[in-house]
Antibody, heavy 124, light 108 residues
Framework: QVQLVESGGGAVQPGLSLRLSCAAS????????MHWVRQAPGKGLECVAV????????YYADSVKGRFTISRDNSKNTLYLQMDSLRPEDTAVYYC?????????????????WGQGTLVTVSS | EIVMTQSPATLSVSPGERATLSCRASQSVSSNLAWYQQKPGQAPRLLIY???VRATGIPARFSGSGSGTEFTLIISSLQSEDFAVYYCQQYNDWPPWTFGQGTKVEIK
């Protein structure tokens, strides 16, 4: 069965960095695009970064562009999100999610499996 | 950016009754629309994609319809496990893909 397990969250001061990881299993990781979606406390969902199966054509939300970097290691079935220059408004649960269609150069856009999320708290 | 607007914000329904949730896009998204269910403390769960296709393992009481700018999710007979927040998401525009603000389905 598909499993996505995030790690790396925690409490950090503004301006500092964190790296999130997502270990994937139960599907052919190198065939699917992957997403990072966040949810601020009590708020809705925001797709912040997307990477297609081949690692090209990455997408970032305007709110994180230039500060966050999405990457993947297909040999380790692992997705990453490097978060630099963190701000209090980045406080959220960060979900790793699998794209719903295999082999697309831009990813399909909907997520058929999600991890349980990892909480990032940015506060002084 | 395409704005997704869900209505109502909260829907009070008795178990066994039908629930109708709406989602409107600020411009056409064709049929590139998904619905998710989220329970407190849990990750979202995909219910519907391509506006009307049920995801794997989703019960038949969930149905989606619509195209263009107007979409509907119907839960034909609410079960206790269906009380949750429901989000629509458009994935027509690359980028960004955008979510609605959610509809909370609560017990009446």
């Amino acid at each position: 069965q598909v499993q996505l397990v995030e790690s790396g969250g925690g409490a950090v001061q503004p301006g500092l960095s964190l790296r999130l990881s997502c270990a994937a299993s139960g599907f052919t990781f190198n065939r699917y695009g992957m997403h990072w979606v966040r949810q601020a406390p009590g708020k809705g969902l925001e797709c912040v970064a997307v990477i297609p199966y081949d690692g090209n054509n990455k997408y970032y939300a305007d709110s994180v562009k230039g500060r966050f970097t999405i990457s993947r290691d297909n040999s380790k079935n692992t997705l990453y999100l490097q978060m630099d220059s963190l701000r209090p408004e980045d406080t959220a649960v960060y979900y790793c999610a699998k794209d719903g269609v295999a082999g697309l150069r831009t990813a399909a856009g909907f997520s058929d499996y999600w991890g349980q999320g990892t909480l990032v708290t940015v506060s002084s | 950016e395409i704005v997704m607007t869900q209505s109502p914000a909260t829907l009070s329904v008795s178990p066994g009754e039908r629930a109708t949730l709406s989602c409107r896009a600020s411009q056409s998204v064709s049929s590139n629309l998904a619905w998710y269910q989220q329970k407190p403390g849990q990750a979202p769960r995909l219910l519907i994609y391509r506006a009307s296709v049920r995801a794997t393992g989703i019960p038949a009481r969930f149905s989606g319809s619509g195209s263009g700018t107007e979409f509907t999710l119907i839960i034909s007979s609410l079960q206790s496990e269906d009380f949750a927040v429901y989000y629509c998401q458009q994935y027509n525009d690359w980028p960004p893909w955008t979510f609605g603000q959610g509809t909370k389905v609560e017990i009446k």
